[in-house]
Nanobody
Framework: QVQLVESGGGLVQAGGSLRLSCAASGSILSILTMGWYRQAPGKQRELVAGIISGGATNYADSVKGRFTISRDNAKNTVSLQMNSLKPEDTAVYYC???????????????WGQGTQVTVSS
């Protein structure tokens, strides 16, 4: 069974930092893009940051300069370092990966279960 497991969410004061981690496990043949999305109450899920296997990254404008995404291809992990957190960063954060797994002929998106990040003012 292929799964993405996140860790590292929690409660932090504005201006603080948190680090999210996500590990992919199972019969994985290849991973293209890995990334983080978030969904605040009453809002649509949005891309926070993404990273391809070669290391190129992209960020939502709202987090540029504050968040850093990184990836360990050997361990199938992706992390999100979040600094200078703001109350508007409060959301459930989801790990995402485009993976091809054993028995499959194509890539598809997989999602983690989500981890809550709450930033108090």
């Amino acid at each position: 069974q292929v799964q993405l497991v996140e860790s590292g969410g929690g409660l932090v004061q504005a201006g603080g930092s948190l680090r999210l981690s996500c590990a992919a496990s199972g019969s994985i043949l290849s991973i293209l893009t890995m990334g983080w999305y978030r969904q605040a109450p009453g809002k649509q899920r949005e891309l926070v940051a993404g990273i391809i296997s070669g290391g190129a990254t992209n960020y939502a404008d709202s987090v540029k300069g504050r968040f850093t995404i990184s990836r360990d291809n050997a361990k199938n992990t992706v992390s999100l370092q979040m600094n200078s957190l703001k109350p508007e960063d409060t959301a459930v954060y989801y790990c995402n990966a485009d993976m091809k797994v054993s028995g499959s002929y194509s890539f598809r998106k997989y999602w983690g279960q989500g981890t809550q990040v709450t930033v108090s003012s």
